[in-house]
C-alpha cells in the first residue's frame, strides 16, 4: 500500500525511481512499484478501471502532461504485464 511517508534523502527516493521506455523514451518514475502493487490489491475488474486508478495515483509522485497521459499509461500498463507473466 502506497504510504505518505517522506523519504529521508534524495538517495532514498532514487531508489525508488523506475525507469522505462515512454513512447521510446527512457522515462523515470517515482513510486511505480508501490503504486502497482496498492492497484492490485484493489482487485479491480475491468482494464479501464486499472488503467484510471494507476494513472490517477502515478500522477501523484510524477508529473504527466496531459498530451502524454496516453502513452504514459501504455507503458505502466505493460511493465505490469510483464511483471505478471515473469510469476
Not at 10 to 30: E, K
Amino acid at each position: 500500500m502506497v504510504t505518505n511517508d517522506i523519504p529521508c534523502c534524495q538517495a532514498d527516493v532514487m531508489r525508488g525511481v523506475r525507469r522505462r521506455p515512454v513512447n521510446g523514451i527512457l522515462t523515470g518514475s517515482i513510486m511505480l512499484d508501490e503504486i502497482i502493487a496498492d492497484v492490485k490489491e484493489m482487485n479491480l475488474s475491468y482494464e479501464k478501471q486499472i488503467r484510471e486508478m494507476l494513472l490517477k495515483k502515478v500522477k501523484v509522485y510524477n508529473y504527466i502532461s496531459k498530451s502524454a497521459e496516453e502513452m504514459y499509461i501504455k507503458a505502466i500498463m505493460e511493465t505490469n504485464q510483464k511483471r505478471q507473466q515473469k510469476r
